[in-house]
């Protein structure tokens, strides 16, 4: 199969733009300033934090005031309608920055920007956003700008391609303590409402030995978890030279020494099964948590949705999943009201998470994407009854929510403590091993480290607890 690997040389020609950009913004009177602000998933944060790592070797510092700033990149969301029209508004909005700082480099980026429609409609309608590119060109992004500041002209790059991997580029990581590692990118699976194959490219997977360095490095400065993002993860591998699957992958991250834990998303169901459960069953530091989007309860939207498996696989594969791993912590994606969905489908899903008893979903209400199979589908039920659909799943879920977090009360588990909050009750954030919220009582010299919490106090999205002391 046909590699994308970014040559070494272009990716030191970037190095090189980088250094020119540095000379260039040191002769002004104080360093530039950039903002990045980030919409949708994880790997887009990850997305966000090579284009910082990028800035920051430009000699860039970093402002959240779009009126400070002298370069300002959005990077984008595609997945609803709503993300875009939210990025519309925001980018809408910096026609004010251009009016207050003509020289400020105003940059779209992004699952949005890879849309030719959207391309066209920002060169049309938003004259005042001068860099657009998708995530294929990202490794790019030091030219891309240097292009810009040259010509003084705005700069489209958005060719279809079918992806590359850039090795080598530099990263800002926003906490000590959890991290980011992409081991692959795009999706071939094609679901028939999802636009991420268009946007995203076809899979490619990184090179196992980058990503175990990569891992390796960030357990030896510290971070205590790991998350492996890619669009699909199991099917991690079968692209490379030496073909190699994500058990595997996960057996060799697991020998890397220290205290840690490794995460990872996303697992598409049709390619999760019992080599993946037993690894991760066998593996110390992996979380015995497994985001394993479902979409659906009923197997004939399943098949419309081009999914690749029927409820009653997917109810095996959980079923065995847990036997293997009987404290799993499990959570799932839904839509409700794809196109031609009934009544009684839409509450097929509901007893499907009845019977899953979920940890926790992401819900949404069907949003048609332009160029996908299911957007020239018939849609005949209103938003308004799929609302109500919706609603009854999230009173389900919710219950089940509580449910399940009220087993915790009483007991000592172990959390990471993430970050310190401003509620002067709770003054910490953790997560349990297996993700789930912690509000903490305790020190803030906790923060990064490991430690045994008793839980006090539930609700239906998270748990309060006490640090114990040892
Ligand atoms: N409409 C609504 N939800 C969608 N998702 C993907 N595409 C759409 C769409 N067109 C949801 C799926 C996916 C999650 C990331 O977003 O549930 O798992
Ligand atoms: Fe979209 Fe399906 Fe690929 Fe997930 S697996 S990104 S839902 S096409």
Redesign the pocket.
Do not use: E, L, V
């Given at each position: 199969m046909e590699r994308s690997v970014i040559p070494a040389a272009e990716i030191q020609r970037q190095r090189e733009t980088m250094r020119r950009l540095a000379a260039r913004f040191s002769g002004g009177e104080r360093a530039p300033l950039a903002m990045v602000e980030t919409y949708g998933?994880q790997q887009n944060v990850a997305d966000s934090q090579r284009i910082m790592g990028m800035l920051a070797e430009m000699g860039c510092g970093f402002t959240q005031d779009p009126f400070m700033a002298d370069i300002i990149v959005i990077n984008t969301c595609a997945?609803?309608e709503n993300a875009e029209k939210k990025v519309f508004g925001v980018i809408g909005q910096l026609v004010h920055v251009k009016e207050r700082d003509p020289n400020a480099v105003i940059c779209l980026c992004g699952c949005m920007a890879q849309q030719e429609t959207v391309a066209e409609k920002v060169r049309v309608s938003y004259r005042h956003v001068d860099l657009v590119f998708g995530p294929q060109a990202l490794w790019k992004f030091p030219e891309l700008l240097w292009d810009v500041l040259e010509k003084r002209g705005r700069v489209f790059s958005i060719e279809k391609e079918r992806g590359s991997i850039a090795e080598g580029l530099p990263v800002v990581r926003e906490s000590g303590v959890k991290a980011w590692v992409s081991i692959m990118y795009g999706c071939n699976n094609f679901c028939s409402?999802?636009?991420v194959p268009y946007v995203r490219g076809r899979e490619r997977s990184r090179d196992p030995a980058f990503i175990l360095e990569e891992v390796r490095q960030l357990v030896e400065s510290g971070y205590k978890e790991i998350t492996l993002l890619g669009q699909n993860v199991n099917s991690y591998g079968k692209d490379l030279d030496k073909p190699m699957d994500f058990s595997a992958l996960l057996s060799e991250i697991d020998k890397i020494p220290g205290e840690y834990l490794v995460r990872f998303m996303?697992s598409h169901p049709k390619d999760a099964g019992e080599k993946l459960f037993d690894t991760m069953a066998r593996c110390t530091h992996v979380a015995k948590q497994l985001h394993l989007?479902v979409?659906s309860g009923n197997s004939r939207i399943l098949r419309a949705m081009n999914r690749g498996y029927t409820r009653e696989q997917y109810l095996d594969k959980v079923r065995y999943a847990r036997s293997v791993m009987p404290d799993l912590v499990l959570t799932s994606?839904?839509?409700i009201g794809f196109p031609g969905e009934t009544e009684a489908e839409a509450m097929d899903t509901v007893s499907l998470i009845e019977e899953v008893r979920y940890d926790a979903l992401?819900t949404?209400?069907?949003?048609?994407?332009p160029g996908?199979p299911?957007a020239s589908m018939p849609d005949p039920a209103s938003r308004k009854e799929k609302q109500v659909w919706f609603d009854r799943l999230l009173d389900a879920q919710n219950r089940i929510s509580a449910e399940l977090h009220r087993m915790y009360t009483g007991k000592t588990v172990r959390v990471l403590v993430d970050a310190v909050t401003e509620d002067p009750k709770w003054p910490l954030s953790s997560r349990t091993h297996g993700g789930r919220l912690v509000h903490l009582s305790g020190p803030s010299s906790l923060v990064g480290q490991y430690a045994d919490v008793r839980i006090v106090d539930s609700n239906t999205w998270a748990l309060f607890g006490e640090a114990v002391q040892l």
């Open positions: 998933c997945i609803r409402y999802c636009i996303t989007p979409q994606d839904i839509i992401f949404f209400i069907y949003s048609p994407r996908t299911a």
